[in-house]
C-alpha cells in the first residue's frame, strides 16, 4: 500500500544553519504531497504542498520539489531560526486521504 | 474564519471504561476525518466521512470503536472499552470538497491508565 518515510529524528542544528529533511513516498498514481508542522503544545498546521510532478511548494522560507523521478519531497530551509523548533511530518494525499511519514523532530539551539 | 473545535482537549481515564469526543468542523466543510495519533507517530486515519456518510473506515477497530457525524456537521468518536493502548492524540480533519488540504483540530489527548 501507499506509503512515506521520513528521515528519524531528533536533528539538532543551530540558528542559521542549512536544513534538509528526508522524505520519500510509495504510491500508486499520482499523489499529492505535503509538508505538516506542529509546534509544542499545538494542534498540526500546513506548510506547503506540491500537487504534481516538479512542482516546488514554499512557505515561511521552507521548500520542498516534488520529485517523482526519485519519488521524493525534501524540506529544506537555508537559516533556521529558534522559533523553527517542531515536529515536521510528510504526507502524501490518495483519495482525499492523508497518509504520514513518522515525524522528524526539529530542534534549532541558539 | 473559525478553526476546528476539539472536546475535551484532554482526558484520563482507566482501562474499560468509555470516552467521547466531540468535532466541530469549519463551516461548509463537507468531508471530516478522524486521526489517532500516538506519541512519536504520524496521524493514522481511523474514519472518513462525507456529509454524514461513512466513506473509509477500514482501520477503525469495530468492536470498540464507534463514530457518527450528524446532519453532516458536527461528529462524536466514542471508545467502548478503552484499552491501554488506545493512549493517543486523537484529531479531526476537515477538507472542503474537491479540496486538497485538511484543517486539523487541536486535539484531544487521551491518557488510559
Known amino acids: 500500500g501507499d506509503s512515506v518515510t521520513q528521515m528519524e529524528g531528533p536533528v539538532t542544528l543551530s540558528e542559521e544553519a542549512f536544513l534538509t529533511i528526508n522524505c520519500t513516498y510509495t504510491?500508486?498514481?499520482?499523489?499529492?504531497l505535503f509538508w505538516y508542522v506542529q509546534y509544542p503544545g499545538e494542534g498540526l498546521q500546513l506548510l506547503l504542498k506540491?500537487?504534481?510532478?516538479?512542482d516546488k511548494g514554499s512557505n515561511k522560507g521552507f521548500e520542498a520539489t516534488y520529485r517523482k523521478e526519485t519519488t521524493s519531497f525534501h524540506l529544506e530551509k537555508g537559516s533556521v531560526q529558534v522559533s523553527d523548533s517542531a515536529v515536521y511530518f510528510c504526507?502524501?494525499?490518495?483519495?482525499?486521504?492523508?497518509?504520514f511519514g513518522q515525524g522528524t523532530e526539529l530542534s534549532v539551539k541558539p | 474564519e473559525a478553526g476546528v473545535a476539539q472536546s475535551p482537549r484532554y482526558k484520563i481515564i482507566e482501562k474499560r471504561q468509555s470516552v467521547a469526543f466531540w468535532c466541530n468542523p469549519i463551516s461548509g466543510h463537507a468531508t471530516l476525518y478522524w486521526y489517532q495519533q500516538i506519541l512519536g507517530q504520524g496521524p493514522k486515519l481511523l474514519i472518513q466521512f462525507q456529509n454524514n456518510g461513512v466513506v473509509d473506515d477500514s482501520q477503525l477497530p469495530k468492536d470498540r470503536f464507534s463514530a457518527e457525524r450528524l446532519k453532516g456537521v458536527d461528529s462524536t468518536l466514542k471508545i467502548q472499552p478503552a484499552k491501554l493502548e488506545d493512549s493517543a492524540v486523537y484529531l479531526c480533519?476537515?477538507?472542503?470538497?474537491?479540496?486538497?488540504?485538511?484543517?486539523f483540530g487541536p486535539g484531544t489527548r487521551l491518557t488510559v491508565l
Open positions: 504526507a502524501l494525499s490518495t483519495g482525499g486521504k492523508l497518509i
Open positions: 504510491a500508486t498514481g499520482y499523489p499529492s
Open positions: 480533519a476537515n477538507r472542503e470538497w474537491r479540496e486538497d488540504e485538511q484543517f
Open positions: 506540491a500537487t504534481k510532478a516538479d
